[in-house]
């Protein structure tokens, strides 16, 4: 069919001393038997009041009306979406480093489906406001974030002759960030921050239990110190606490506590630009429990842990050969968990390790070549009702990779990698992937 589209845009004109700018287009598609349009609009003002404050607000309409095929090719749908939107930021600079910014925004959505057998209509609703205190130091800086939101969703579904069924949810969202980051000195950097959620989703429909509340508390900790220019190491850990809370009786038994612990140091070792070598470890303890658990004909509460060791070496053998090679092994457990007595039962345990060594040639001009070899070994066992095991996989795999470097910003890629592989109750297999890429960069 035909396609007509007119465009509007008018940049930076001043409008009762604010700067502003109109962006716009409407679209008509005119198809055999129907006609789809898309209209979308903004408008936006900026205004800075003086080197310590500034407003902008943002203004926007838009209207899809699209008609569609159903499966049967002889009976349309039509889908009608009616969209506001108005956000509001304000910027104030309360001292050289230190600045206030508030944010609003507004949205409005009404989107109607309908077809021979169905008819369809929800309404949206969104507010949200955010709160920053912002400071921006040499040696220190760091954030205060407040944040609360407001969704109501309203929605009707009749299919056929059928009598109409709503679905009318309301969401409401607090959250209270922190961040900071110090250069502790020339050798030393901290990194934390710390955010704390709370979700309110309720229905003013009795018949629905989707009633419940969600807390969740993430902390992040990062702390880095270079011993030497050759030596440095890296400590991080993250604390995630999810509480899930169903209000209604019927749903209460799934209330349950999530916790999550990850710790993970690295080490880093260079040597004259000769030889690098990078150790880095992941722990992470996953604990699932549930509330009323001890009203529970069985115990649901699981826990799944898991470690990751890789080591990864470089090494500039020549000006222009370069030997790599990367080990990473991988354990991890799953297993029903005793909250009482703060132990285990293991039903599913994982055992990995992958090994890859690679020479890189860059001594033609424009060209790197990589060759190098890959393995793969996997094991996993079940312990139900018995320990068993369920999985024994081993791939071997070499590779030949060729990048081309056309321009400064465009590079060609070649790869081509056969692979072998076999596992518990499966033949030695064998194929091959071959990739061709074009690659630019802006």
């Not at 956000?87 to 309360?94: P, T």
């Not at 407001?150 to 056929?160: H, K, L, P, V």
């Not at 993970?264 to 303890?285: C, D, H, T, W």
Request: net charge positive; glycine share 4%; aromatic share 16%.
């Amino acid at each position: 069919g035909w396609v007509a589209q007119v465009t509007l845009n008018a940049r930076n004109y001043n409008l009762l001393d604010y700067l502003s700018n109109v962006d716009g287009f409407s679209r008509l598609f005119f198809f055999p038997g129907r006609r789809n349009q898309e209209h979308r609009y903004y408008v936006s003002w900026f205004k800075r009041f003086s080197s310590y404050a500034s407003d902008s607000l943002r203004v926007g309409y838009e209207f899809v009306d699209n008609t569609y095929h159903l499966a049967q090719g002889t009976e349309f749908e039509n889908v009608q979406v009616n969209a506001r939107f108005l956000s509001h930021q304000l910027d104030y600079r309360i001292a050289r480093r230190t600045q206030f910014r508030m944010t609003n925004k507004f949205q409005n959505r009404d989107v109607t489906q309908s077809n021979p057998g169905l008819q369809n209509h929800r309404k949206e609703l969104n507010l949200a406001n955010r709160f920053e205190l912002l400071f921006n130091g040499e040696v220190f800086s760091s954030a205060v974030t407040l944040f609360t939101s407001q969704t109501i969703n309203e929605a009707s579904r009749r299919s056929g002759g059928s009598r109409e069924s709503r679905t009318d949810i309301e969401g409401l969202q607090t959250a209270l960030n922190y961040r900071m980051n110090w250069r502790v000195s020339s050798r030393d950097r901290f990194r934390f921050s710390v955010a704390y959620t709370k979700y309110e989703y309720s229905s003013p429909d009795t018949t629905l239990d989707v009633d419940e509340d969600d807390i969740r508390l993430i902390a992040d900790f990062a702390w880095l110190h270079r011993f030497s220019p050759y030596f440095t190491v890296k400590l991080w850990a993250n604390l995630y606490l999810f509480h899930q809370i169903y209000l209604k009786a019927s749903r209460s038994a799934n209330n349950n506590w999530n916790r999550i612990y990850q710790l993970g140091p690295s080490f880093y070792l260079k040597i004259s630009g000769v030889l690098e070598n990078a150790l880095q470890i992941r722990i992470l303890a996953n604990y699932t429990v549930y509330d009323f658990e001890e009203l529970l004909p069985v115990v649901q509460s699981y826990i799944h842990r898991k470690l990751i060791f890789t080591d990864s070496l470089r090494v500039n053998l020549t000006a222009g050969l370069q030997f790599v090679a990367m080990y990473q092994l991988e354990k991890e457990d799953n297993g029903t968990f005793y909250k009482d007595i703060f132990a285990e039962q293991l039903t599913r345990e994982l055992t990995s390790h992958f090994i890859d060594l690679s020479l890189v040639y860059r001594r033609f001009h424009r060209f790197r070549i990589i060759s190098g070899l890959n393995w793969f070994i996997r094991d996993e066992w079940s312990y139900l009702p018995e320990k068993q095991r369920t999985r024994q996989y081993f791939s071997f795999s070499p590779r030949l990779i060729c990048v081309y470097s056309i321009e400064k910003n465009l590079l060609l890629r070649l790869a081509f990698a056969p692979k072998v592989y076999r596992d518990l109750n499966l033949q030695r297999q064998y194929y091959g992937t071959g990739q061709l890429n074009l690659q630019y960069f802006f």
